[in-house]
């Protein structure tokens, strides 16, 4: 089995910064990508920024230049950096990953979520 877990949601004022994680363990023998999306209440889940093995990312335009994804591959970890935030970027944070099991299987997994709120 493999897990995803989130943490480091909360509320937060408009222009505030907040860095949310996500931790995967279990039976991994590779991850070659991690990513985060975002469901806002009424809307359907979108990608936020991803992050491949190489190091390559990828951001949704309504974040570029405001978030940054991060990953450390010792701790099979990737964050998200998020400034300047916005009360549109309020929303549940989901970690995303497409992981190798040590069964040569590859899948992709989710996290739970982590709820994010911006307001004053």
């Known amino acids: 089995q493999v897990q995803l877990v989130e943490s480091g949601g909360g509320l937060v004022q408009p222009g505030g910064s907040l860095r949310i994680s996500c931790a995967a363990s279990?039976?991994?023998?590779?991850?070659?990508?991690m990513g985060w999306y975002r469901q806002a209440p009424g809307k359907e889940r979108e990608l936020v920024a991803v992050?491949?093995?190489?190091?390559?990312?990828n951001y949704a335009d309504s974040v570029k230049g405001r978030f940054t994804i991060s990953r450390d591959n010792a701790k099979n970890t990737v964050y998200l950096q998020m400034n300047s935030l916005k009360p549109d970027d309020t929303a549940v944070y989901y970690c995303?990953?497409?992981?190798?099991?040590?069964?040569?299987?590859?899948?992709?997994?989710w996290g739970q979520g982590t709820q994010v709120t911006v307001s004053s």
């Open positions: 279990g039976s991994i023998r590779n991850i070659n990508s």
């Open positions: 995303n990953a497409g992981i190798t099991r040590r069964d040569y299987i590859t899948s992709a997994y």
């Open positions: 992050i491949v093995s190489g190091g390559g990312t």
